[in-house]
């Protein structure tokens, strides 16, 4: 097991109340698997990626366990946690516009992270920066280039380039192919195959997207997420093929592929979650229970776990 | 780019001759007919009227204000100020003579002013709402309200009065910048400070420095390359404003403090209504201004890579 | 955080008005307050260190210091206050204008106060009364040469996003002439923004008129004005420093507090007032 997360729980206090952003997850991933973690926006997935590396605010109270290679990313002190991050497990973020310093050169910033965790220095950094570029598909000669230079698509690259700079073992990606043209969007879903099903040993990745297309390409296992809890868990093919949990029917429903049927009403706001299933103010099949008692993660197949009374 | 810098230019000689044309209007909303203040002023006793008639005719104060004012800018334009009604000298060499003393004040305070407020700032940015960064911010603010000639008499009491360290009056060695520099710095580092604090803050939120966290890089370098390399970019257009307070400052501070350089001379001029060396001053001292941010555009342009490619394409 | 923040700039903000109030009390009851009138000279009392009878001691005509800076506090604030109040309206006017009647009109005022705000102002301000004289109208006058630019500027903005909402439409539909639009509807709604500006400006002012009564270019010495106590007073740094520290304290203590008070202001103001504002 690369990574193993049990009862995460990330609230963030406000003026209002706790906002539950991860409320009680369980996840695991093996080595060189692609995880799947698909949601709306606002059901936390994005706050879960950023807690397992523990980049959240300060004001964000988390607990639970987040085991990688069995040791405790929770409890590490913040330097050894630093160590961690850029060098086993790298983040690629979304919004690679802003997610890139403007002031720096894509290749410095490409540098930076070989002189920090691996210890190279002057040339040799550069060196490897433009071969990293070559490998993400960008010209090694744009090495020198600012982001803003770069097309949306070479953007999302070069962060790739700097995500792979360390050759970590767990890629967490958010997003990254939001806000991209549609080609780019395959080309870039090539490129993250490329990256970690295509090198030896396979490298693992949480692959974090509103995008059910994007997820069905990469992902070996699908974990559907909502108001903060995990939905529907699995073999992905097996989840496409016969979805269990009401939400994860509406979600393929409403994949423009299937003809866009939007869900009824809109994703609860994470501070007043509805007592009992959240989901079942907007659930089809929702009965007396479902307001009442807050269902349990069910095993219903080999690899299959649902959140559901009726699944 | 080249169109910014063109089009900057283009102000600059804009705000300078509007610099030159309110600089010559001065000297005409004086009470009374400048040539007889002039007249006044040269011999202390109040002209006879022949002797005024003469002086307009000499001057060509008799003809139309605008084409006077055109008759001045011909002048100026070969580099003619006038000549001080004090000392008979030439503006331009009034000026030039005490510019060294002002440009040492002013490169030793920029210098002071960046070497302290610039860390503190960054340092501040990096605690924020803590008791250290409160304390910073108080104090600052303290700083800003301090005006500088009392500042300067008060330092002068303590250091050359009571304990005798520094000499408080005159120019020459190191030890006669000390209190001037000090003086002028307070006000420039303060406010120095608190617009690095607040840059760097806006600066922190930002998404590439979630990245840069992401990557694991030290909080150092995250700081001091990431997040001042993007703050330096307001705080460098803010230099131009602060030359503007340097040179207010500087005109009070060498003032109190006996120093030979164009602030004094400015001052003492007033006193003594030398208006040719006023209206030469305000346009020199217009002039440099315009100078000094237009170079800072000019930086801008250099640091900011966004504003350099726009300008390219 | 954000709580922290909104708490922290009210404290500012408190701090700043309890001690504005305090220095308009002064100025309001100076004549209750100061135990010596103000211009009383007393030549065999000159220059007593503080002490039970001169609470700062008296100065080099033997006048009680306490005194002089209570009454100070009624030029400082107020020619602070004229200054500023004349800056705000003549500010908010023509950019009322340039920004309800855009086109050529606002260019030509713009290109105007572009040019202004591109100058050192209490570089020209010393010019002015330099050449003018001193005297208070004048140093009024220099003050306000260049003051009012920077309301133009804000207000101007203002103007602008207000007269894309939709009851000025309104007006203009109900056949409102310009001038009665402008006058009922944009300035009133224009003016709390530039009250605030107006705030952060006041600190600036008095420094400004300190300075220049410090010069003997603004407010005239025997007034009980506290630059131009200093300017009286600096000759006596050396021998009997207490005339120059308590009327430098009251300058600097009058200034932080309407600056304690202005970033109070900025820090409880929401972001995008703050925008505004950062001209």
């Known amino acids: 097991m690369?990574?193993?997360?049990?009862?995460?729980?990330?609230y963030f206090k406000s003026a209002d109340g706790f906002v539950k952003a991860a409320d009680g997850v369980d996840l695991?991933?093996?080595?060189?698997?692609?995880?799947?973690?698909?949601?709306?926006?606002?059901?936390?997935?994005?706050?879960?990626?950023?807690?397992?590396?523990?980049?959240?605010?300060?004001?964000?109270?988390?607990?639970?366990?987040?085991?990688?290679?069995?040791?405790?990313?929770?409890?590490?002190p913040e330097e050894e946690m630093r160590k961690v991050r850029g060098r086993q497990v790298s983040m690629i973020f979304q919004n690679p516009l802003g997610s890139l310093n403007p002031a720096l050169s894509i290749g410095e910033q490409i540098?930076?992270?070989?002189?920090?965790?691996?210890?190279?220095?002057?040339?040799?950094?550069?060196?490897?920066?433009?071969e990293l570029l070559e490998l993400t598909g960008i010209p090694a000669k744009w090495i020198r280039s600012y982001p803003h230079e770069l097309s949306g698509g070479m953007r999302q690259r070069a962060m790739i380039a700097i995500g792979l700079a360390c050759a970590p073992s767990l890629l967490i990606a958010d997003e990254p192919t939001r806000g991209l043209d549609v080609t780019i969007q395959v080309q870039i879903v090539e490129l993250l195959h490329a990256v970690t099903k295509g090198v030896s040993?396979?490298?693992?990745?949480?692959?974090?997207?509103?995008?059910?297309?994007?997820?069905?390409?990469?992902?070996?296992?699908?974990?559907?997420?909502?108001?903060?809890?995990?939905?529907?868990?699995?073999?992905?093919?097996?989840?496409?093929?016969?979805?269990?949990?009401?939400?994860?029917?509406?979600?393929?429903?409403?994949?423009?592929?299937?003809?866009?049927?939007?869900?009824?009403?809109?994703s609860p706001s994470l501070i007043n979650l509805p007592s009992g299933c959240s989901f079942h103010p907007r659930c089809k099949k929702a009965r007396k229970k479902c307001a009442h008692e807050p269902p349990l993660m069910q095993r219903i197949g080999l690899d299959h776990e649902v959140r559901c009374f009726y699944a | 780019m080249r169109r910014l810098l063109i089009q900057r230019l283009v102000s600059a000689v804009f705000v300078m001759?509007?610099?030159?044309?309110?600089?010559?209007?001065?000297?005409?909303?004086?009470?009374?007919?400048?040539?007889?203040?002039?007249?006044r002023q040269q011999s202390g006793l109040d002209p006879a009227y022949d002797e005024i008639e003469l002086f307009m005719k000499r001057h060509d104060l008799s003809r139309p204000f605008l084409v006077q004012c055109l008759q001045w800018l011909y002048l100026l334009t070969h580099g003619k100020l006038g000549v001080s009604l004090r000392t008979g000298e030439p503006v331009l060499e009034e000026f030039t003579a005490r510019f060294g003393a002002t440009f040492q004040l002013a490169v030793a305070?920029?210098?002071?002013?960046?070497?302290?407020?610039?860390?503190?700032?960054?340092?501040?940015?990096?605690?924020?709402?803590?008791?250290?960064?409160?304390?910073?911010?108080?104090?600052?603010?303290?700083?800003?309200?301090?005006?500088?000639?009392?500042?300067?008499?008060?330092?002068?009491?303590?250091?050359?009065?009571?304990?005798g360290w520094l000499p408080c009056f005159g120019?020459?060695?190191?030890?006669?910048?000390?209190?001037?520099?000090?003086?002028?710095?307070?006000?420039?580092?303060?406010?120095?400070?608190?617009?690095?604090?607040?840059?760097?803050?806006?600066?922190?939120?930002?998404?590439?420095?979630?990245?840069?966290?992401?990557?694991?890089?030290?909080?150092?370098?995250?700081?001091?390359?990431?997040?001042?390399?993007?703050?330096?970019?307001?705080?460098?257009?803010?230099?131009?404003?602060?030359?503007?307070?340097?040179?207010?400052?500087?005109?009070?501070?060498?003032?109190?403090?006996?120093?030979?350089?164009?602030?004094?001379?400015?001052?003492?001029?007033?006193?003594?209504?030398?208006?040719?060396?006023?209206?030469?001053?305000?346009?020199?001292?217009?002039?440099?201004?315009?100078?000094?941010?237009?170079?800072?555009?000019?930086?801008?342009?250099?640091?900011?890579?966004?504003?350099?490619?726009?300008?390219?394409? | 955080m954000y709580i922290l923040e909104v708490t922290r700039g009210k404290k500012m903000l408190l701090t700043g008005s309890?001690?504005?109030?305090?220095?308009?009390?002064?100025?309001?009851?100076?004549?209750?307050?100061?135990?010596?009138?103000?211009?009383?000279?007393?030549?065999?009392?000159?220059?007593?260190?503080?002490?039970?009878?001169h609470l700062m001691g008296t100065d080099g005509f033997g006048r009680d210091i306490f005194s002089r800076v209570v009454f100070g506090t009624r030029y400082s604030l107020f020619l602070a206050l004229v200054v500023v109040s004349i800056n705000l309206l003549l500010g908010l006017m023509v950019g009322s204008i340039a920004g309800y009647f855009g086109g050529l009109v606002d260019e030509l005022i713009m290109r105007i106060v572009d040019i202004l705000l591109a100058f050192p102002n209490i570089i020209l301000a010393l010019c002015i009364v330099g050449v003018l004289g001193p005297s208070v109208q004048n140093l009024i006058l220099a003050l306000v040469a260049l003051g009012w630019v920077s309301y133009t500027r804000v207000s101007r903005g203002l103007v602008l996003s207000i007269k894309e909402q939709g009851f000025i439409g309104a007006a203009k539909a109900l056949g409102g002439s310009d001038m009665y639009i402008i006058m009922r509807h944009i300035i009133p709604n224009a003016f709390p923004p530039l009250l605030v500006l107006a705030t952060l400006h006041v600190s600036h002012i008095i420094l400004s008129i300190a300075a220049l009564s410090f010069l003997g270019l603004g407010v005239q010495a025997p007034t009980p004005e506290w630059g131009a106590m200093l300017s009286e007073g600096k000759q006596f740094i050396f021998t009997h420093p207490h005339v120059m520290i308590f009327p430098g304290l009251a300058i600097t203590l009058s200034v932080l507090s309407f600056n304690l008070l202005g970033e109070g202001l900025r820090d409880v103001l929401d972001p995008r007032a703050r925008e505004v504002l950062n001209v």
């Open chain 3, 18 to 53: 309890i001690l504005i109030f305090s220095f308009m009390a002064l100025a309001v009851f100076a004549l209750f307050i100061a135990p010596y009138d103000p211009d009383d000279v007393k030549v065999e009392e000159r220059l007593l260190p503080p002490g039970e009878h």
């Open chain 1, 28 to 76: 695991e991933l093996y080595p060189g698997e692609i995880l799947g973690l698909v949601g709306e926006t606002g059901s936390g997935k994005t706050v879960l990626g950023l807690a397992i590396t523990r980049l959240l605010p300060k004001t964000a109270a988390v607990s639970g366990e987040v085991l990688y290679r069995g040791q405790n990313l929770l409890a590490l």
């Open chain 2, 171 to 313: 120019h020459g060695t190191v030890r006669h910048l000390v209190l001037p520099v000090v003086t002028l710095a307070v006000g420039i580092t303060a406010s120095l400070i608190r617009f690095v604090r607040t840059s760097i803050l806006e600066v922190l939120n930002l998404d590439y420095i979630k990245t840069a966290k992401a990557k694991g890089l030290r909080e150092v370098v995250i700081v001091w390359k990431h997040a001042l390399k993007n703050a330096l970019i307001p705080v460098v257009t803010i230099l131009g404003t602060q030359l503007g307070h340097l040179l207010a400052g500087a005109v009070i501070v060498e003032t109190v403090f006996s120093w030979p350089g164009v602030g004094k001379f400015f001052v003492d001029s007033i006193y003594a209504r030398d208006y040719p060396v006023i209206q030469g001053f305000v346009l020199i001292i217009a002039a440099t201004y315009v100078l000094v941010n237009l170079l800072v555009d000019i930086l801008y342009v250099y640091l900011d890579p966004r504003v350099r490619y726009e300008g390219r394409s």
């Open chain 1, 201 to 266: 040993p396979l490298r693992s990745m949480l692959l974090i997207t509103h995008d059910l297309g994007v997820a069905a390409a990469l992902a070996d296992r699908l974990a559907v997420m909502y108001a903060g809890k995990i939905a529907e868990y699995g073999r992905t093919g097996e989840v496409f093929r016969n979805p269990r949990h009401p939400y994860t029917r509406v979600l393929l429903d409403s994949h423009p592929s299937n003809g866009l049927v939007a869900a009824k009403g809109f």
């Open chain 2, 17 to 39: 001759l509007i610099a030159s044309f309110l600089s010559f209007s001065l000297l005409f909303s004086a009470p009374g007919n400048p040539a007889e203040t002039i007249l």
């Open chain 1, 2 to 10: 690369l990574l193993e997360i049990t009862n995460l729980r990330v």
């Open chain 1, 111 to 130: 540098a930076e992270v070989l002189r920090e965790h691996r210890g190279l220095k002057g040339k040799a950094a550069w060196q490897r920066a433009g």
């Open chain 2, 109 to 163: 305070v920029m210098a002071l002013s960046v070497i302290i407020g610039l860390p503190i700032g960054v340092f501040a940015a990096t605690k924020p709402n803590s008791l250290i960064d409160h304390i910073i911010r108080v104090v600052s603010l303290a700083g800003i309200s301090i005006p500088e000639f009392w500042l300067g008499l008060m330092l002068m009491l303590c250091f050359s009065l009571v304990l």
